[in-house]
């Protein structure tokens, strides 16, 4: 089995979490606590990337990601 270290961004409004995958297009998922989004976007994950080493892609990992926040006066 490989091991893929992936990006995760969580974000958290009125209902509840999302969070998303930078580097697999596509993989998002919803939870009502951060504990459940975590385990629903590994699911997500785990099943994206089985079907892409199907179909004989290959998984592109980024050696760092940053995130920061931003203030902006308008």
């Known amino acids: 089995m490989e091991h893929y270290k992936l990006s995760v961004i969580v974000e958290k409004d009125s ?3 999302i969070a998303l995958c930078p580097e697999l297009q596509g993989c998002y998922a919803q939870g009502e606590t951060y504990e459940e989004v975590i385990e629903n976007l590994k699911d997500v994950i785990q099943l994206h990337v089985k079907d892409r080493i ?9 050696e760092m990601i940053s995130l920061t926040s931003l203030e902006v006066t308008v």
Request: glycine fraction near 16%; charged fraction near 35%.
């Open 54 to 62: 199907s179909m004989g892609e290959k998984i592109e990992t980024l």
């Open 15 to 17: 209902d509840g979490y």
